[in-house]
């Protein structure tokens, strides 16, 4: 299982992020109030789906 971390200097805080739609279990989400990216690491299942989502690098393996 993998350990994901969300960096969010390092996003572009696009509302239509591509990691959002990727993630199954929505740990990666759009934030209602500042609509940019935002994680919920209690949601992660580590299944590493977002790794390869992020044109930016702002979801990394730790």
Same mark, same amino acid.
Request: charged residues 20%; contains cysteine.
């Given at each position: 299982?993998?350990? *994901?971390? +969300?960096?969010?200097?390092? %996003? =572009? &805080?696009? #509302?239509?992020c #591509?990691? $959002? &739609?990727?993630? #199954? $279990?929505? /740990?990666?989400? *759009?934030?209602? &109030?500042? +609509?940019? #990216? /935002?994680? =919920? /690491? ?8 977002? @790794?390869?989502? %992020?044109?930016?690098? /702002?979801v &990394?393996? @730790?």
């Amino acid at each position: 299982m993998t350990t *994901i971390a +969300f960096d969010p200097d390092a %996003c =572009d &805080r696009n #509302p239509y992020c #591509p990691v $959002t &739609r990727a993630c #199954p $279990t929505g /740990a990666m989400y *759009i934030d209602k &109030r500042t +609509f940019s #990216p /935002a994680f =919920d /690491a209690s949601k992660c299942t580590g299944c590493g789906t977002c @790794l390869t989502s %992020c044109p930016h690098g /702002a979801v &990394r393996e @730790l």
